[in-house]
């Protein structure tokens, strides 16, 4: 696994990418890449290039705004002391 969890690559510097030895990359490597916008970065499209599996940040985004809804919303709970 490879995680991108920096902002380059991100809008509207879209041609950016880490520096990282993309020609050793594999389909044993997966890249996953905390930015979504642009849905599909060059750090991902290298990687894809050279078979290696990759993901984008929207999922993790979503999941995100899932866990904080419930958190904001569960039910009030009294504490009897």
């Known amino acids: 696994w490879i995680v991108n969890t920096t902002p380059v690559g991100m ?3 879209i041609d950016a990418k880490p520096l990282l ?3 050793a990359l594999t389909d044993n490597h997966f890249l996953y890449d905390m930015v979504y ?8 499209k290298e990687g894809r290039l050279r078979g290696a ?3 984008n940040g929207l999922r993790m985004l979503h999941l995100q705004a899932e866990a ?5 919303n569960a039910p009030k709970r009294t504490v009897c002391l």
Request: hydrophobic letters at 30%.
């Open 11 to 13: 809008y509207p510097d």
């Open 37 to 44: 916008n642009p849905e599909e970065t060059m750090f991902l």
């Open 21 to 23: 030895p993309y020609e």
């Open 68 to 72: 904080s809804w419930k958190i904001w």
């Open 53 to 55: 599996r990759a993901q």
